[in-house]
């Protein structure tokens, strides 16, 4: 049959079941070389066991009306028969119709919980591998600052004229850590201060007599304790929002808990669930995570470590919230100074990572910059990645 007659295949439909003939990928067609009218091979052969027929050799009824002198087998669909084998496939089309909708629909759920389970966490590899921090004592040789060092002593000025970078040059000039036998890991500004990350107890306590020797009340020298692990308890159903009801409901399912310390720092409330986040002892941490979900009336909650990283929504910084900033506003997309959601900008700039550049090209000789072409926003900014690791460093794991 010439081009310019064959109809388009989205009007083709199978002659018996008259459903679209692309599904399914047997087709047979009528042995008339000029005819379009095809079947599903389902349907022929339903057909063909009750009229017992080959399917190199019939012919549609039209063609066969058409025709002479026919020595071919001809379909008809008003055999009492036939019309039941063809009532028998459209009622399988039918359901395996709905069995396939029905498996589209609950692999989409599935894969919707598998990104919401997956999507935050942050791999300890990729974190290990984009925090290196740079040691600022030209004594010691450039370190990474390890995730699970929890030897930080902080020291603070008590002149609130003094800068945090006037406090570090100071420390730095009168106290000698090799001399000393300190190990330092590295050393951040932080306000009024600066912070210092000692690789084990024992140089953390020799760095702080020392300091505190040298400089009297001059500087306030602080060793923080670790903060307790927290988690983060993800689709819990929405009847336990009152936070002891749900304490009591872990409590009850999971035994192992009864006698242990949990504190709820915050509910987070979702369209169809909650998320609650709570902090632990080491311990139970590690029973908690080991299982990988809590049991809560009638639901199993998964459970992950949760570390967060406070971000300003106005100056885009890291460390305080939009409520307490002080600073002017910075596009999080292109570090302009204008509001996100009024940004038409086509590139990225990471606000957080050019402040860092600019910081340790004039305090570090060995710079190494931080890529810039992304958002402040970013969960695989350098940034934010250090910030990360460097609070992952103050929890205590056990």
């Given at each position: 049959?010439?081009?310019?007659?064959?109809?388009?295949?989205?009007?083709?439909?199978?002659?018996?079941?008259?459903?679209?003939?692309?599904?399914g990928?047997?087709?047979i067609?009528?042995?008339?070389?000029?005819?379009?009218?095809?079947?599903?091979?389902?349907?022929?052969?339903?057909?063909?066991?009750?009229?017992?027929?080959?399917?190199?050799?019939?012919?549609?009824?039209?063609?066969?009306?058409?025709?002479?002198?026919?020595?071919?087998?001809?379909?008809?669909?008003?055999?009492?028969?036939?019309?039941k084998?063809?009532?028998?496939?459209?009622?399988?089309?039918?359901?395996?119709?709905?069995?396939?909708?029905?498996?589209?629909?609950?692999?989409?759920i599935?894969?919707?919980?598998?990104?919401?389970?997956?999507?935050?966490?942050?791999?300890?590899?990729?974190?290990?591998?984009?925090?290196?921090?740079?040691?600022?004592?030209?004594?010691?040789?450039?370190?990474?600052?390890?995730?699970?060092?929890?030897?930080?002593?902080?020291?603070?000025?008590?002149?609130?004229k003094?800068?945090?970078?006037?406090?570090?040059?100071?420390?730095?000039?009168?106290?000698?850590?090799?001399?000393?036998?300190?190990?330092?890991?590295?050393?951040?500004?932080?306000?009024?201060?600066?912070?210092?990350?000692?690789?084990?107890?024992?140089?953390?306590?020799?760095?702080k007599?020392?300091?505190?020797?040298?400089?009297?009340?001059?500087?306030k020298?602080?060793?923080?304790?670790?903060?307790?692990?927290?988690?983060?308890?993800?689709?819990?159903?929405?009847?336990?929002?009152?936070?002891?009801?749900?304490l009591?409901?872990?409590?009850?399912?999971?035994?192992?808990?009864?006698?242990?310390?949990?504190?709820?720092?915050?509910?987070?409330?979702?369209?169809?669930?909650?998320?609650?986040?709570?902090e632990?002892?080491?311990?139970?941490?590690?029973?908690?995570?080991?299982?990988?979900?809590?049991?809560?009336?009638?639901?199993?909650?998964?459970?992950?470590?949760?570390?967060?990283v406070?971000?300003?929504?106005?100056?885009?910084?890291?460390?305080?919230?939009?409520?307490?900033?002080?600073?002017?506003?910075?596009?999080?997309l292109?570090?302009?100074?204008h509001?996100?959601?009024?940004?038409?900008?086509?590139?990225?700039?990471?606000?957080?990572?050019?402040?860092?550049?600019?910081?340790?090209?004039?305090?570090?000789?060995?710079?190494?910059?931080?890529?810039?072409?992304?958002?402040?926003?970013?969960?695989?900014?350098?940034?934010?990645?250090?910030?990360?690791?460097?609070?992952?460093?103050?929890?205590?794991?056990?």
């Open positions: 049959m010439s081009g310019k007659n064959k109809q388009p295949d989205i009007d083709m439909r199978c002659e018996a079941c008259e459903e679209d003939i692309r599904k990928s047997a087709k067609k009528c042995c008339n070389l000029n005819c379009e009218v095809t079947l599903h091979q389902k349907c022929f052969s339903s057909i063909a066991k009750v009229i017992k027929l080959e399917k190199s050799d019939w012919l549609c009824k039209n063609c066969d009306e058409d025709s002479d002198t026919s020595t071919t087998t001809v379909i008809s669909y008003s055999d009492g028969d036939v019309i084998e063809l009532a028998k496939v459209k009622s399988d089309v039918r359901l395996l119709t709905d069995l396939v909708n029905e498996l589209k629909s609950t692999n989409k599935l894969l919707n919980k598998i990104e919401q389970i997956t999507s935050s966490r942050l791999p300890d590899v990729q974190i290990q591998q984009n925090t290196e921090l740079p040691v600022l004592y030209s004594q010691v040789v450039s370190k990474t600052v390890s995730n699970h060092s929890k030897s930080v002593l902080i020291i603070t000025s008590n002149d609130q003094e800068s945090n970078s006037e406090v570090l040059n100071t420390v730095k000039a009168n106290v000698n850590p090799a001399a000393e036998k300190i190990s330092i890991n590295g050393v951040k500004l932080i306000k009024n201060g600066m912070l210092i990350s000692c690789s084990n107890e024992e140089s953390l306590e020799k760095l007599g020392v300091v505190q020797n040298k400089f009297n009340s001059k500087y020298v602080t060793a923080p304790k670790p903060f307790k692990p927290r988690l983060l308890i993800t689709d819990v159903d929405k009847s336990l929002d009152d936070r002891n009801t749900f009591e409901s872990i409590v009850q399912n999971n035994d192992y808990l009864a006698d242990c310390d949990i504190k709820v720092i915050s509910v987070l409330k979702l369209k169809y669930s909650l998320s609650y986040i709570v632990v002892d080491p311990d139970v941490r590690k029973t908690i995570i080991t299982g990988g979900f809590l049991y809560t009336s009638w639901k199993k909650c998964f459970v992950r470590d949760h570390i967060s406070i971000r300003c929504f106005s100056c885009s910084r890291f460390g305080h919230l939009k409520k307490d900033c002080k600073n002017k506003s910075v596009c999080a292109c570090s302009n100074d509001d996100e959601k009024d940004c038409n900008s086509v590139s990225k700039k990471c606000v957080n990572c050019c402040v860092y550049n600019n910081y340790i090209k004039s305090h570090s000789r060995d710079f190494k910059p931080y890529s810039v072409d992304h958002a402040a926003s970013d969960r695989q900014c350098p940034c934010f990645l250090k910030r990360y690791a460097e609070l992952k460093s103050r929890i205590d794991y056990g």
